[in-house]
């Protein structure tokens, strides 16, 4: 069954003091809009797209997503309520039957698990609602701010979106709304839930990321989570083994730890694997000749290269005060200089096979730290270089993530703090397992957050 994403974009941003609807400012670089429509158009679940818009701004978004998105079919302008945006929707779908899922435009932080939930949920009922517990107590009062009920939170949850529908019945809904005249309703599931009430509404698990960008401190918060831009590694779609075949990855500090790792399952999986390191093939990534030199080898040798894994770095703890000129020299040569001429060098080859960069990065990116000061600044430079990259080389379809491992057990962990208690770090194949998945996959732009299962943990949502 065809499974059509919409995007509802018909706000005026009046709560944020705005002059332009609200999913048209930028964040990260991108509008709202384009983040939103990005994320739908990404999922594999999606077949097509109506993008619905504020009236007066159909030509406007149309400029703006241009023909990057192809699976958006129809830009649409919206009514002057939700409930007649949705008719609109409803009457644009010439199928009879299809999957249909309703997503705010200003919800731009949907992941691709609730999408597939939600797909998938459709399968077995005619309506779904993506919904999170209630932090909060909620209490009901009057007209004179006293409190008259307090519901019992364990059965409260707060709606988001996507919602999800059978065409059919979402259709039938509004036809007999449309003989209401006392007809009104917030959303699309209280529609169904008024006029079919034998319909069950299945709720699946939504996120705390997937937040409504409605007042000021919402769009603070929204592009403070893009500048992280932190996810869990992809599950592996598919065989690695089919995947990985015929590949020519180059591994750019392959000598041990995560690269050698790295290097080890790729082989595995029938991938062609070309590792440099400082201690076995006496390459320097700081060196931009030495990596031009490696990659026109391979390139010549192999006929192409379809990804390029940065793993090497170096880490010099102390004060920054009483770190030689030489000391910070080499940190940021290798964990900055490095990705840059890395990434210069191999955009050619990725752009011939439409390939894949992977850099690294650590949790120190996030904030600078004591006695990790050109560490943890040089880690979140890559942070900022690869989303920038990511965006930079979309058109060119290469693809550009970051590892961002927690504590992991690498030779050159092991050297700046020595030995540590068993368990408590990751082994350099979860890391290198984790890679592998990211570049299967189509990502790009992502953090890419490694952790160990701790026991007793449950797996994240979002």
Request: proline residues 4%; charged residues 25%.
């Amino acid at each position: 069954m065809k499974t059509y994403g919409v995007v509802l974009a018909g706000g005026v941003g009046a709560r944020l003091g705005l002059s332009v609807p609200k999913q048209m400012v930028k964040v990260s670089g991108k509008t709202i809009l384009e983040h939103t429509v990005a994320a739908l158009h990404d999922s594999s679940v999606v077949d097509e797209m109506i993008v619905m818009v504020t009236p007066g701004w159909s030509e406007k978004t149309a400029t703006i997503l241009a023909d990057k998105y192809p699976k958006v079919s129809r830009i649409l302008e919206g009514g002057a309520t939700r409930n007649e945006t949705t008719m609109r929707v409803l009457n644009a779908i010439e199928e009879d039957e299809a999957k249909i899922l309703l997503h705010d435009a200003v919800r731009p932080l949907v992941d691709g698990r609730i999408l597939k939930d939600c797909a998938a949920a459709l399968d077995s009922y005619n309506a779904v609602d993506v919904v999170i517990p209630s932090a909060d107590t909620i209490v009901s009062v009057d007209e004179d701010e006293i409190i008259t009920h307090i519901p019992d939170r364990s059965f409260l949850r707060r709606g988001q979106t996507p919602q999800g529908f059978k065409l059919s019945v979402l259709r039938s809904a509004y036809e007999l709304a449309a003989d209401d005249p006392y007809f009104s309703a917030t959303d699309d599931c209280g529609v169904v839930l008024k006029y079919l009430p034998d319909v069950q509404t299945k709720t699946i698990q939504g996120s705390d990321r997937n937040m409504k960008v409605t007042y000021p401190l919402d769009m603070y918060i929204v592009d403070k989570f893009f500048q992280l831009g932190t996810q869990e590694a992809p599950l592996p779609e598919g065989d690695l083994r089919a995947f990985f075949k015929d590949k020519v990855i180059v591994i750019l500090g392959g000598s041990y730890g995560i690269g050698a790792e790295i290097d080890r399952l790729a082989r595995g999986f029938g991938a062609t694997v070309v590792a440099h390191g400082r201690s076995t093939t006496g390459l320097h990534v700081e060196d931009e000749d030495q990596i031009a030199k490696a990659f026109k080898e391979t390139a010549l040798q192999h006929g192409q290269i379809d990804a390029v894994v940065l793993t090497a770095g170096v880490l010099q703890m102390g004060r920054l005060a009483e770190a030689t000129q030489d000391d910070v020299a080499k940190v940021i040569a290798v964990n900055y200089l490095a990705p840059v001429n890395v990434a210069r060098a191999a955009y050619p080859y990725l752009k011939k096979s439409g390939g894949h960069l992977l850099n690294f990065t650590s949790s120190s990116y996030t904030r600078g730290r004591e006695n990790y000061a050109l560490y943890s600044s040089t880690k979140a430079a890559v942070v900022n270089l690869t989303q920038a990259l990511s965006e930079e080389w979309s058109a060119d379809d290469i693809k550009v993530n970051v590892i961002n491992p927690e504590r992991a057990a690498t030779p050159m962990r092991l050297a700046a703090f020595g030995e540590e208690p068993p368990g408590t770090l990751l082994s350099a194949e979860q890391v290198a397992d984790a890679s592998l998945a990211v570049l299967a996959s189509d990502l790009t732009g992502a953090v890419i957050d490694v952790r160990r299962e701790l026991p007793g943990r449950e797996e994240s949502v979002g």
